[in-house]
């Protein structure tokens, strides 16, 4: 199976593992992915905040590009997710809206029909290879790894998705089938603050305390997640969220491709698990060995 | 090797988004007190607000809002900082308060994570409100200043980080074809929308 890849721009940068992880899983498992050439950024939920019409004109100007590919879009990045599939169903609700978005593109000497499916890469393992399929493919077993999965809040809100969205139950069952334990993590799709990080920082802390002390709470090793943002807000803060709560809040956060990689036999710098911010123990290091 | 990405070489508009200090605190005081004395209607109600809010993309459920307060219940945002306050936001709104809405830090309080527009019971996409009040204030000027900064980061590169002569070497020993570093498109597309103006 052959897909439009649309890595977005936290994996060309913060998010550098999530990307690697995510070409090297695909890869191992026999799919493949094509980078969308000359992607722009996808309009992002926070320019979607400042103009709109511009913010549906940029994401449209992906959609267009991928559709003369014809093939779905695999976007790993939540916001991308989110933005790109946002702008696919207003562009169908608002007629005004896609005659303004057309108008633009057409600058551009660009079209976008409304074909265009986008899809996380979490969605296309379950849906297009089923958990069996993905272990199947196994190379080492997780046993002995407890994990917290997180989900965050953009692969399974707002559009009602692939995943319920109080309790997703994806990401458990494919990390069970490798032979992890998952912990009872009820803030599984709790927000971690996203942009507030920048903008409203005490809010964003406070978030992300809640979610690294109660995966810790319930003794898990380190949190698996899909998210850019979300990794990047609990991983790279963690001395300040220390020393701010007086608690140790150091843990380490992964991409599930990440973990998944481990699993499929992949090494450490394959996947990316040498270029994180907080420190990765050898109990998950050693699962490569 | 350990790959730190926040250095001294990453690009200075990274780590001024990124560096939580480096963005001004911000005030969420309203402009004014929301205490209205009987019978006296405040000149500046605006009686075509609401359906001003209602009119942009996701907007239109807004006038079906009962005040159950769901969405204020669920949001892990006003859990922390009661200053943010969905149901409230969206009832002044409803009255017309529109300088109130538009030049309060409070719209800018919302982290997207869409859990109040999914628990809604009426329907109401309670974060495109959000977002339709954003676009709404910076069309009266009114830009908080990190979002300001992404926004033009985009409009200049098409993408929020540079891709610079590092990534396309790294992308080329990986077999991977190079990134332009500037996207002419956007440019145009941005012209056609004349966000320039605003933004300026």
Redesign the interface.
């Known amino acids: 199976m052959e897909y439009t890849y649309y890595p977005g ?2 994996l ?3 998010s ?1 593992p999530y990307d690697l992880s995510t070409r090297a899983v695909f890869r191992a498992l026999g799919l493949g992915l094509h ?1 969308l ?2 992607w ?2 996808c309009g ?11 913010s ?3 994401s449209a ?1 992906n959609l267009a590009l991928a559709e003369k590919m014809k093939r779905d879009v695999v976007a790993p990045c939540s916001a991308c997710y989110l933005v790109l599939n946002k702008t696919n169903r ?1 562009l169908r ?2 007629p005004d ?1 896609n005659a ?1 978005v057309n ?3 057409s ?2 000497g ?1 079209y976008y029909g409304g074909t265009v499916r986008v899809r996380h890469p979490l969605e296309v393992l379950i849906n297009d290879l089923g958990i069996e399929g993905v272990a199947a493919k196994a190379r080492r077993s997780l046993k002995g790894l407890k994990i917290a999965e997180y989900y965050g ?2 692969i399974v ?2 559009q ?1 998705g692939f995943d319920d ?1 109080e309790f997703p139950q994806t990401m458990d069952r494919l990390f069970e089938a490798l032979g992890a334990e998952n912990v009872y993590f009820p803030l599984k ?3 971690c ?12 802390m ?2 992300c305390h809640d979610l690294i002390a109660c995966a810790q709470g319930n003794g898990a090793d380190c949190i698996v997640t899909t998210c850019p943002l979300c990794q ?1 807000n609990l991983a ?1 803060y963690q001395d300040q969220l220390s020393a701010k709560f007086g608690e140790d809040l150091h843990m380490p956060i992964l991409w599930f491709t990440e973990l998944l990689g481990l699993a499929l036999g992949l090494d450490v710098r394959t996947v990316g698990l ?2 994180h ?1 907080e420190r990765i123990p050898e109990k998950i290091l050693s699962l490569a060995a | ?6 250095s001294k070489s990453a690009p200075p508009a ?1 780590s001024q ?2 560096a ?2 480096a ?1 001004p605190e ?1 005030t969420t005081q309203l402009a004014t007190p929301l205490i209205i004395e009987e019978n006296q209607e405040p000149e500046h109600i605006d009686r075509d607000f609401a359906l001003k809010v209602a009119q ?3 907007g239109r459920q807004l006038l079906r809002c009962f005040a159950c307060g769901t969405c204020t219940a669920g949001c ?2 006003a859990e ?2 009661e200053r943010y306050n969905p149901r409230r936001i969206i009832r002044m709104v409803l009255l017309g308060l529109k300088n109130e809405v538009l030049r309060s830090e409070f719209i ?2 919302c ?5 109040c ?2 628990r809604c019971p009426q329907g109401v ?1 309670v ?1 495109e409100v959000m ?2 009040l ?2 709404l204030a ?1 069309e009266e000027g009114i ?2 200043p ?3 900064a ?2 033009e980061l ?1 409009r200049n590169m ?4 540079e ?1 610079e002569d590092f ?1 396309n070497k790294k992308r080329v020993r990986a077999g ?2 190079e ?2 570093k500037n ?1 002419e ?2 440019k ?6 004349k ?1 320039n103006e ?2 300026g």
Request: charge should be positive; include cysteine.
């Open positions: 721009c936290s060309t940068k913060t550098k980078e050439e000359d722009n950024c992002a939920t926070v320019y979607m905040s400042v103009k709109e019409t511009v549906f004109s940029i100007r207003f609700e608002l809206l303004k108008d633009a593109l600058a551009a660009l809040c953009q809100r707002p009602r969205m799709v709790r927000c603050g996203g942009m507030l990080m920048t903008t409203a920082n005490d809010v964003a406070k978030l990047m790279a040498n270029a911010l | 090797m350990f790959v730190n990405f926040i990274f988004i990124f939580p200090k963005i911000m942009r993309a996701g892990p945002v922390i900082d800018w309080l982290a997207g994570c869409y859990t527009q999914e996409r974060a977002r339709a954003r676009n910076v830009v908080h990190a979002f300001k992404q926004a985009i098409g993408r929020i980080y891709i990534d991977l074809p990134l332009r996207i498109d956007i145009t597309l941005f012209e056609r929308q966000l605003r933004l």
